[in-house]
Nanobody, 121 residues
Framework: QVQLVESGGGLVQPGGSLRLSCAASGSIFSINAMGWYRQAPGKQRELVAAVRSGGSTKYADSAKGRFTISRDSAKNTVYLQMNSLKPEDTAVYYC???????????????WGQGTQVTVSS
């Protein structure tokens, strides 16, 4: 099994910054990608940013220029630096890992428990 533990959410004023962290642990065999999704009330879960094992990144249009995803492969940890936050960024942010554990022969999605980000004055 693979466990994802998120941290760094909270309440911030518009224009402020937050840094989310997600550490993966457990019987990890390989990681294809790690990333962040978010889900606002009444909306579908959407991709915010992801980083592949080769280092390439992908961002939602709403995150480009404001958010930066990075990873520490040695620690199986991914970070999301969020700057210039807006009220519309308010959501539960979920860490995602696509990979294999030691008992599996194929990659699957693993999810963290979610961390609340609230942007409000």
């Amino acid at each position: 099994q693979v466990q994802l533990v998120e941290s760094g959410g909270g309440l911030v004023q518009p224009g402020g910054s937050l840094r989310l962290s997600c550490a993966a642990s457990g019987s990890i065999f390989s990681i294809n990608a790690m990333g962040w999704y978010r889900q606002a009330p009444g909306k579908q879960r959407e991709l915010v940013a992801a980083v592949r094992s080769g280092g390439s990144t992908k961002y939602a249009d709403s995150a480009k220029g404001r958010f930066t995803i990075s990873r520490d492969s040695a620690k199986n940890t991914v970070y999301l630096q969020m700057n210039s936050l807006k009220p519309e960024d308010t959501a539960v942010y979920y860490c995602n890992l696509v990979g294999r554990d030691l008992s599996s022969s194929y990659s699957v999605d693993y999810w963290g428990q979610g961390t609340q980000v609230t942007v409000s004055s």
